[in-house]
């Protein structure tokens, strides 16, 4: 666990995705891609790590949110694994609708 500061970069420890923090909540956070933690600047993939592949892969310049909205997170690198927050799977977050313009 760590705690998140905006505008921290990391990256997966099983695949190629590669994250920055947009928004980050309070406190210590898990976050993991293909279940296993992200790793920060200067940190070393622990060995035997694999690749849980249950979930969707990230997608390059899409942001992740949790149901809470407090953390957000922009792929700069796509890869296989799945972004999740303590457990729970990271979603899409779905572009503001634009004001008709009649």
Known sequence: MAQLKVGARLRSAVCAT????????????DISCGGVPMLGAG??????????????PTLL????TNAAGDLELLCTKAGDGSLSLGGERLVTKDAKPLPSSD
Do not use: F, H, M
């Open 61 to 64: 310049g899409k942001r992740y």
């Open 43 to 56: 940190e070393e993939a622990p060995n035997g790590a694999t690749l849980d592949s249950s979930g969707e």
């Open 18 to 29: 590669e994250v920055i923090v947009v928004a980050a909540p309070a406190g210590d956070v």
